[in-house]
């Protein structure tokens, strides 16, 4: 079984940053990826950014193209997620995912390739 424990999630206004953190832990697993999804009320849940462990690529979605950073501490089994110039419409519930079983993209983007989910974290962006 594996943890994932998200912290980071806030109110900030239009233009401000953000960053989120997702502490993956339990016995015996080894990680593949790590990506971030988010859901809006009313919305279907999203692929935001992924990152493999090895060797580290990045993946992003359009919308957050250029805005915001994906990265991880491996010894620490965490990975990060950077948001800055936040718009409105980046207001949703952000969970992190984790992908213990391998796979590669374009799979990271699906919510499917994730064997492990946290609990969600807020992030409120106000105009």
């Known amino acids: 079984q594996v943890q994932l424990v998200e912290s980071g999630g806030g109110l900030v206004q239009a233009g401000g940053s953000l960053r989120l953190s997702c502490a993956a832990s339990?016995?015996?697993?080894?990680?593949?990826?790590m990506g971030w999804f988010r859901q809006a009320p009313g919305k279907e849940r999203e692929f935001v950014t992924a990152?493999?462990?090895?060797?580290?690529?990045?993946y992003y979605a359009d919308s957050v193209k250029g805005r915001f950073t994906i990265s991880k501490d491996k010894a620490k089994n965490t990975v990060y997620l950077q948001m800055n110039n936040l718009k409105p419409e980046d207001t949703a519930v952000y969970y992190c995912?984790?992908?213990?079983?391998?796979?590669?993209?374009?799979?990271?983007?699906?919510?499917?390739?994730?064997?492990?989910w946290g609990q969600g974290t807020q992030v409120a962006v106000s105009s």
């Open positions: 990152i493999s462990w090895t060797p580290g690529n990045t």
């Open positions: 995912a984790a992908d213990v079983h391998g796979g590669t993209w374009p799979k990271y983007g699906s919510w499917s390739q994730y064997d492990y």
């Open positions: 339990g016995r015996d697993f080894t990680t593949y990826a």
